[in-house]
């Protein structure tokens, strides 16, 4: 099963995202977090902190993957009754996109090196998904000002929007939280076998 | 006419193309990114769909520093008026929301966006049909 979760910064998704992991977790499924975000930075460091704190606190036995690239290197390691809360999609598309910009190669230029980005993590989720039980994947929303003038943002804005739709038309439930209250937005009914395109 | 919005890269076009079985390629099909806004006798086809509403409101902002609202009206209203002249035609606007971001530094870009916003309004207040996109999601909102 797939869980789209997305909202905007401070919104409340990852705390919403861990209640969803813990909700399927309480059926007997293992807990893993994979981290996305490079540890640099005191800020960072902080927030990584408070969120592992409280998944210690909530009781329930995660394990956590610090996996800022390459996803698909976890495709093996984890079965089929396990959960996984992937956060956030956001830095792993980052990470991926400006891989190299401190030796100031600037990948991100190139059309083929964009679609190489999308495709490799578009594989790794759908491969991640088929090997656990369930994948929730936490996003951000980027999209709401100004089209950018610098390619860098532009490109990654574009990334960023095909992932959302194809990962939406691929899930089985989707939620944007604002202020902390989840909407669904995409629902699944178990009896009827199919999605659908909740009214808002 | 049908408006059409949503934030960048949400699938807007993607969308109308699937719900009109439309094409980017078809004769009708104006993306206002590259060409210019065509006028309304410019329209052969039965459907016409102004991809990028949010690119006319940039030029107009750019040539006029003032009266851009109604010089956007102005065009909405000729091309209102094509629509109706014959059944069977139909208009699809597709324009996207740059409104909710933080306020632009630049004195155009602020214009740009303030403009857009009103326009926008122009454009639900004539339409038939508002859809807003989210990730391929439709919402109906009119």
Redesign the interface.
């Known amino acids: 099963m797939l869980i789209f979760i997305t909202g905007g910064v401070r919104s409340g998704k990852s705390s919403f995202a861990e209640m969803v992991a813990v909700y399927h977790g309480n059926k007997g499924y293992r807990l893993h977090y994979v981290a996305t975000c490079d540890q640099s930075g005191e800020e960072m460091a902080e927030r990584i902190n408070r969120h592992r704190e409280d998944r210690e606190k909530s009781g329930y036995a995660w394990k956590t993957w610090e996996q800022p690239r390459n996803i698909h290197d976890l495709c093996t390691v984890f079965k089929q009754e396990e959960v996984i809360l992937l956060d956030c999609l956001t830095n792993l598309v980052s990470n991926e996109l400006f891989d190299g910009w401190q030796e100031n190669r600037k990948q991100w230029e190139g059309i083929a090196f964009r679609e190489l980005v999308f495709q490799k993590i578009m594989d790794a989720i759908i491969e991640l998904e088929k090997q656990c039980g369930v994948l929730i994947i936490v996003s951000n929303e980027v999209f709401q000002g100004l089209l950018p003038d610098d390619s860098g943002t532009f490109y990654f804005m574009q990334i960023m929007g095909h992932l959302h739709q194809h990962i939406v038309r691929q899930a089985h439930w989707v939620y944007q939280v604002e202020f902390g209250m989840p909407i669904l937005r995409k629902g699944y009914d178990a009896d009827e076998n199919q999605c659908t395109a909740c009214t808002v | 006419m049908h408006f059409v919005t949503g934030?960048?890269?949400?699938?807007k076009a993607?969308w109308v193309m699937e719900t009109y079985s439309a094409s980017r390629k078809m004769e009708g099909w104006f993306n206002l990114y590259d060409a210019v806004c065509p006028e309304a006798d410019e329209f052969k086809t039965s459907l016409v769909v102004l991809e990028g509403m949010e690119q006319l409101v940039k030029k107009v902002v750019q040539a006029n520093k003032k009266g851009t609202r109604e010089v956007l009206k102005k065009k909405l209203h000729a091309w209102l008026e094509w629509e109706s002249a014959l059944p069977g035609r139909r208009l699809v606007l597709v324009g996207?929301d740059?409104?909710?971001?933080?306020v632009?530094m630049e004195e155009e870009?602020r214009r740009?966006?303030d403009v857009s916003g009103w326009f926008f309004q122009d454009c639900a207040m004539a339409a038939e049909k508002v859809h807003v996109v989210?990730?391929?999601?439709?919402?109906?909102i009119k």
């Open positions: 934030g960048a890269f949400h699938g993607k996207t740059i409104g909710k971001g933080i632009p870009n740009w966006r989210w990730y391929g999601l439709e919402q109906t």
